[in-house]
């Protein structure tokens, strides 16, 4: 397999992780970014423990210039960014009604503008190399909205949005471009949700548990393999079963 640089937004989280493990399992040099240095530092020494050296760089993906330097940072060190995964999210759940602007421009700063900070700075790198694979993380609550997310879903459904727009524009340069939609796993994310309200959540998901990192991360790592070429504005939706629309 062709030795690629994989960037993954949010590594150090959940998902991220299983993202940058799975990649770095495949040959792939990998960098992330982090915002806290203390998680950081804990993060890339539980990665070096496991023989997994990830070249990270502090910045925050709502922040579109911080987002220019850390790319610009990153190419230095690793080369050209070829595999692109927009993973890093946040959520600030409450009713819309008693929502306020800050929960709902943190969310939508967070989790769909950063698509447009951290992707900007690679596309013409990509378009020139003519080849590249851009991953949106979005989520199941894009596709079928959840009471107290109005500014999540709206997010995550814009990610898709973005995806299909990008997909169509990028399609003759090699680059493919599409979105993963998880469904509810054992994150820290999704363990912060009330336990009551929680148990209720898995009940309605026809596997009967929450999802696992890894199962994640293995779709991403098939939308980003080579054999891969003709998968272009695809949603994948990886829930066990919790919601099967089209
Ligand atoms: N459908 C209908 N009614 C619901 C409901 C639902 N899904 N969820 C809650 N309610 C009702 C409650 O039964 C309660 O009703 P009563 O007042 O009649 O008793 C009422 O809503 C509570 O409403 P409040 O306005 O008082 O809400 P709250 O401030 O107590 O909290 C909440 C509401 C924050 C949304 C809380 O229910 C919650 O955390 N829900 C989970 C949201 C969720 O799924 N987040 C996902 C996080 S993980 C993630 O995002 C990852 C991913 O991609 C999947």
New binding site residues.
Partial sequence: MTQRTAFVTGGTGGIGSAIIRYLASQGHRVATNYRDEAKAEAWRQAMARDGIEAFMVQGDVSDPVACEAMVRALEEKCGPVDILVNNAGI?R???F??MTYQQWTDVINTNLNACFNVTRPVIEGMRARKWGRIVQIS???GQKG????AN?AAA?AGMHGFTISLAQENAKFGITVNTVS????GTD??M???EE?REK?VAQIPVGRLGKPEEIAHAVAFFTGDQAAWITGANLAINGGHYMGW
């Fill in positions: 959520t759940d409450t009713t009604h008693k989520s199941i609550n959840q009471y107290g997310q999540y995550k998880p469904g509810y796993v994310m999704v912060a949700v009330p309200v959540i």
